[in-house]
């Protein structure tokens, strides 16, 4: 075996960073997930801005789930405002965030994990083999995108959303115009789970995994809810940082995150599908019996699965909500600013995302705290990686290093939103 194995840059994930796995005496020694990638510093700028403006500064930490940002953030600072928005823009902001799930799911399964299961070394290399899997892919992510700029105002970093509401109603015309295009979606997406029920996953279950999630007893957890627990605790947002703690590594200039009680734990698709699969709709929830998916699910190589399974789920609530589309009133509500301080939390198609705000008489911006679902996730990535390392350190450089990338990268991470991926370093002494 080679004295080292070294990628300078990760391929389809989101953001910079590097892996080293040391050995030692022919064992395993040490292994870190380097983020070197500079911290962006949101919460620290955030400080001394109206609470007004940080919609639109928080969805620019990501391209890819900008509509997370601005949810978490809109509803933390109502929260501090003591402001209650009407069903209507609660539909709305649903629907929103339904495209964002779209375009990141159809993108993720289809153009960034499916060719490491199928073995390709791009999604390029899989439209020469199977183009219509790709033009499919695009459709589906198309549409994703198309939903977003009718109710944001553009596809990425939207811009009609503001705390109380959105500034306008979207135009009834647009949104009834993407109707075709969404039945199509669902029963693409149907296609797309069935599909990926069928792919040749490699086996690594992963047994100690907590699942941490947004839950609502009335449907799927994505917008709003209480922090819920596969080991049964269940916080409000208020009480989110005493059981979620961060801590600094020596090697990631990104925090990691583990619970109250010092243990890793795991969000995004395969945690909000574990815990949450009673709350889906009831296309979901045929989709889950026609594939005979068994819950839980504990390989973290099936993310790309529980993807597919959501896929459907926010393909068929974004058709109904688009057909039943009448909103009435006005689209947001006037806000006299006062001190106050909020809590949020929403999931984005990654995990669970929280922010938290005070904020002074003025509606200025005191203090400001995000949590993103890549920092929850990265030490459990971390012990992932534990687990796997003494199946592939033997095998030949190339073959080793994709395995890891193929692990890491089946979690979507967006190490910007963290703060960034991939060297992979193997050593030996």
């Not at 962006?40 to 700028?45: C, I, P, Q, T």
């Not at 993108?107 to 994990?113: A, F, G, N, P």
């Not at 020596?250 to 925090?255: E, I, K």
């Not at 993807?307 to 947001?332: C, F, N, Q, T």
Request: glycine share 6%; net charge negative; proline share 6%.
């Amino acid at each position: 075996m080679k004295k080292s194995i070294e990628v300078p840059a990760l391929a389809r994930v989101e953001g910079e960073g590097a892996l080293y796995i040391r050995m030692k005496g022919g064992n395993i020694a040490d292994i870190e997930l380097n983020i070197y990638e500079p911290p962006r510093f949101f919460e620290g700028f955030l400080r001394g801005r109206y609470f007004q403006e940080v919609p639109d500064i928080t969805a620019r930490i990501c391209g890819i789930c900008p509509v997370a940002y601005q949810m978490s953030s809109v509803q933390a600072l109502e929260m501090a405002m003591g402001v209650r928005v009407a069903p209507d823009v609660r539909s709305l902001r649903r629907l929103l965030y339904d495209a964002e799930y779209i375009e990141s799911h159809a993108l993720h399964i289809y153009l960034l994990q499916a060719p490491d299961i199928l073995g390709y070394p791009s999604a390029l290399s899989l439209a020469e083999v199977a183009p219509e899997v790709v033009k499919k892919a695009l459709r589906l992510k198309k549409t994703g995108n198309e939903l977003l700029k009718a109710i944001g105002g553009r596809s990425v970093h939207p811009v009609n959303t503001c705390v109380g509401g959105f500034y306008r109603w979207p135009r009834t015309e647009k949104i009834k115009a993407l109707i075709p295009d969404l039945e199509w979606g669902l029963e693409a997406a149907k296609e797309t789970a069935r599909w990926a029920a069928q792919l040749p996953y490699p086996e690594f279950e992963v047994h100690d995994y907590e699942y941490v999630a947004v839950h609502h007893a009335d449907e799927y957890g994505i917008l709003s809810g209480d922090i819920l627990s596969s080991t049964g605790k269940q916080v409000t947002v208020m009480e989110y940082t005493q059981s979620y703690l961060e801590s600094h590594v020596r090697h990631s200039n990104a925090l990691h995150s583990h619970t109250a009680e010092g243990n890793t734990y795991i969000v995004g698709p395969l945690a909000r599908l574990n815990i949450n699969h009673e709350q889906l709709g009831p296309e979901a929830q045929q989709m889950l019996e026609e594939t005979g998916v068994e819950l839980p699910i504990i390989n973290p190589y099936k993310m790309l699965l529980a993807r597919a399974i959501e896929l459907v789920e926010v393909y068929a609530e974004a058709l109904r909500l688009a057909e039943a589309y009448d909103p009435k009133g006005p689209s947001h509500i006037e806000i006299t600013p006062h001190a106050g301080e909020g809590h949020g939390v929403s999931e984005a198609p990654r995990g669970l995302l929280y922010h938290h705000y005070v904020v002074d008489e003025k509606g200025m911006i005191l203090h400001a705290r995000i949590v993103p679902p890549t920092a929850q996730n990265l030490a459990r990535i971390e012990a992932d990686l534990w687990k796997l390392a003494p199946q592939v350190i033997a095998l030949p450089q190339e073959e080793a290093t994709l395995a890891c990338e193929h692990l890491v990268r089946s979690y979507d991470p967006c190490i910007s939103c963290a703060t960034h991926f991939l060297k992979l370093k193997i050593e030996t002494s």
